[in-house]
């Protein structure tokens, strides 16, 4: 078993709609990430979480340090909302464990 | 954020042959670490490399194959040597900061 685990491996939406990609970790952590792959395949910082709850823009991430599970929201999806979304854990030594990533495909 | 810059980009090379790949940060780091990508798999950790001492390589990568050097604080590299077609992969750098990790643009590797 993966010490992280993402749900779905695929979800395609329409636009507009409300999206929810999950992580559940099996490990201590001191920090969980929220990372965005494009398809050129650069990667971009969502969100850093060690309790409750961030929001920015249309991006919200919460996360349950007692059930070890964190949750990627995004509200009013768009198009260029498609890409690959990682969920990574930090452990002792700055080291990221990464989810095997959502494909988010959302259609116009 | 940190700003990295990563290079080449992109590159084609024959089996047998070494890459050496670069990352400049802008500002001074304690630890990068080298992430490798697999076609259509996630990021796994190749070595963390500190400055000033040996960098510390994961279970299953190992230095002769995967030398790093970092010479002072804002710069790295990563060679991959004797490529095969199974070093086809993305490789990334990435700097720690107190608000969350900063990825350099990846190098594509593809070797025939």
């Known amino acids: 078993k993966n010490e992280v685990e993402q749900s779905p491996q695929n979800l395609t939406a329409q636009e507009g709609e409300f999206i929810t990609i999950n992580c559940s970790y099996s490990?201590?952590?001191?920090?969980l990430h929220w990372l965005q792959q494009h398809p050129g395949g650069g990667i971009v910082s969502l969100f850093m979480?060690?309790?409750g709850k961030k929001k920015h823009g249309r991006l919200i991430a919460t996360i349950n340090i007692q059930e070890k599970h964190s949750s990627l929201h995004i509200t009013a999806s768009h198009p260029r909302d498609s890409a690959v979304y990682i969920c990574a854990v930090e452990t002792s030594g700055s080291r990221l464990t990464f989810g095997e990533g959502t494909q988010l495909t959302v259609n116009p | 954020s940190a700003v990295i810059s990563q290079k080449p980009s992109r590159d084609i090379c024959q089996r047998g042959t070494s890459l050496t790949i670069q990352c400049q940060v802008d500002s001074q780091v304690t630890m990068m670490f080298w992430y490798r990508q697999q076609p259509g798999q996630s990021l796994t950790l190749i070595a963390t490399?500190?400055?000033?001492?040996?960098?510390?390589?994961e279970s299953g990568f190992v230095i002769d194959k995967f030398p790093i050097s970092r010479p002072n604080l804002t710069f790295s590299t990563l060679t991959v040597s004797n490529m095969s077609p199974e070093d086809s992969s993305i490789y990334l750098c990435?700097?720690?900061?107190?608000?969350?990790?900063?990825f350099g643009s990846g190098t594509r590797l593809t070797v025939v």
């Open positions: 490399a500190n400055q000033g001492s040996e960098a510390t390589y």
């Open positions: 979480l060690s309790s």
């Open positions: 990435s700097v720690a900061r107190d608000y969350g990790y900063t």
């Open positions: 490990v201590g952590i001191s920090a």
